[in-house]
């Protein structure tokens, strides 16, 4: 008995010395693996999502808001870079281009829970979901220039016929979707959405003038999505 107490003693001598029991919690000096974390904690914004390549996120989000989505990928020249943003009620793509991205779309929520974003590039990317901006002391006319997609502040307007001024070369078309500050796209009186302007000639240079109808006086926010140029002016 007393042979098998001291090889007993012995064994456990040895088993600590190589390590294989582990000390008492709260004195191990290991490295601790964080859990990866696959729905955000919903309500803190902004959101910062980070990826690589092609792949999807599940993110939380509450009803009924709008949002500002900002994509930065240094991508390949002649990659595409896709992005889309689903769930059970809504499906809306928010950006087809080629090439290094950088640049912000708008989308709003239906209802509250889970969202999946999905992003087809090339090396490694951030999204960043946040409220968008508010610029009170905007007003009109309002000219704007440049390439690409885009997002305004929330600006203020007025009720009433509005005009706009455009000068676009699209390749692959040009968009212009206008939301109010809960996040609804504007509809005109027949039920059409108000795209402001929606030009699909890959070729043609588009100049002239539009007008939009804003329902009632708050905040819009001004959404374009293209490849190519413009230069607007909204009065």
């Known amino acids: 008995m007393k042979i098998f107490f001291t090889l007993f003693i012995g064994l456990i001598c040895l088993l600590l010395c190589a390590g294989c029991i582990a000390p008492p919690p709260g ?10 974390m696959a ?14 390549g092609t792949m999807e996120k599940n993110i939380t989000l509450p009803a009924s808001r709008l949002f500002v ?62 409220h968008p901006d508010k610029d009170a002391t905007a007003s009109l006319p309002r000219a704007m220039k440049g ?4 997002t305004t502040p929330l600006i203020p307007l007025q009720q009433g016929n ?16 206008f939301y109010n500050e809960s996040g609804a796209l504007i509809f005109d009186p027949t039920g059409e959405r108000l795209e402001g302007l929606f030009v699909t000639d890959p070729c043609a ?9 804003i329902p009632e006086t708050g905040y819009y926010l001004i959404d374009i999505r293209t490849n190519g140029f413009w230069d607007l002016t909204l009065g």
């Open 69 to 130: 989505i900002r994509m930065d990928c240094p991508g390949d020249d002649f990659v595409p870079f896709f992005a889309d943003i689903t769930s059970a009620d809504m499906y809306q793509v928010l950006t087809s281009s080629t090439g290094p991205y950088n640049s912000s779309q708008a989308f709003s929520t239906v209802n509250a829970g889970e969202y999946t974003l999905r992003v087809i590039g090339f090396g490694d990317w951030t999204a960043t979901i946040d």
């Open 147 to 150: 390439m690409g997609d885009t």
């Open 27 to 36: 004195n191990s000096t290991g490295t601790v693996t964080p859990t990866a």
């Open 162 to 177: 509005h005009t706009l001024k455009y000068n676009v070369v699209a390749p692959e078309g040009f968009g212009m979707n």
């Open 39 to 52: 729905t955000p904690v919903p309500g803190t914004f902004p959101l910062v999502i980070t990826g690589t």
């Open 205 to 213: 240079l588009a100049m002239g003038t539009k007008e939009v109808l």
